[in-house]
């Protein structure tokens, strides 16, 4: 496991994800518990896009007035959502399909270069809606919510793939935080959670190479958003494959 999560945090990190949804497709499948999923996922994203906050920033591809209409109010609703009891048929369905949606909207993008050269800020009362409607929904299914972020962003232009990758880390750790309480608040919770510290270990490594090449200039641009499209695709096929 400690392998598997590695390299997902080394993947899901280049684009500014913390890797939640495979975090939980793999705990899934090697049967741990499923109400202490959403937990070792969240912790898993806390330690993972810390890091891609980091390196993101650093080379500047943070843009505040792109975030924080977005955290604003996906903050409160993802711990509402956290704290609502949901089946795990309902969760691996609501999870997958819509995951699966932005994903085939993403990759039937123009691929021209002209893509990038009408990028524009979102509206305020706009994007703080859709930050509620993906707070919840990610405090629901036990993840930060990037891989819900980046696709819309991306699909409605509203900033550069790395600039969005940046937004979604950080979007990611304060929802998987906001979402860590509201599971705790429902009672759910993991008896002797230190025992995961090599899934932990491994996923903070993992995450510190895979953020430092995205956010630099070995992945441009164009491959962030085409492996961002793909990932999210490869979780919402591989959740289906759970549910089915």
């Known amino acids: 496991m400690p392998i598997v999560f590695f390299i997902i945090a080394l993947v899901y990190s280049s684009v500014g ?3 939640g949804s495979s975090y939980i497709a793999a705990l899934a499948l090697f049967d741990y518990p499923y109400e202490s999923i959403p937990v070792i996922a969240l912790m898993c994203n806390i330690i993972v896009v810390s890091g891609g906050i980091y390196h993101f920033r650093s080379k500047g591809h943070f843009k505040w007035s792109l975030f924080w209409p977005f955290a604003v109010s996906s903050i409160p609703m993802a711990f509402i959502g956290g704290s609502i009891p949901i089946s795990r048929e309902i969760f691996l369905l609501l999870l997958g399909a819509c995951l699966f949606l932005v994903a085939l909207r993403l990759l039937l993008f123009n691929r021209g270069e002209k893509e990038y050269s009408d990028y524009r800020m ?3 009362p706009l994007a703080l809606g859709l930050g509620g409607v993906l707070g919840l929904i990610s405090g629901m299914v036990g993840i930060g919510g990037g891989i819900f972020l980046a696709p819309l962003l991306l699909h409605l232009k509203w900033g550069l793939p790395k600039q969005i990758a940046a937004t979604a880390a950080l979007f990611i750790l304060l929802n998987s935080i906001s979402g860590l309480a509201g599971q705790f608040a429902k009672g759910t919770g993991v008896s002797g959670l230190l025992d995961y510290w090599p899934i ?8 510190q190479i895979g ?5 630099g200039s070995v992945l441009s641009q164009r491959i962030v958003k085409d492996l961002t499209a793909l990932l999210v695709l490869f979780v919402s096929l591989r959740i289906f494959y759970m549910f089915v």
């Open 211 to 215: 953020s430092r090449l995205g956010s």
């Open 17 to 19: 994800f913390g890797g």
């Open 122 to 124: 979102p509206g305020t």
């Open 200 to 207: 932990f270990l491994s996923v903070l490594i993992g995450g």
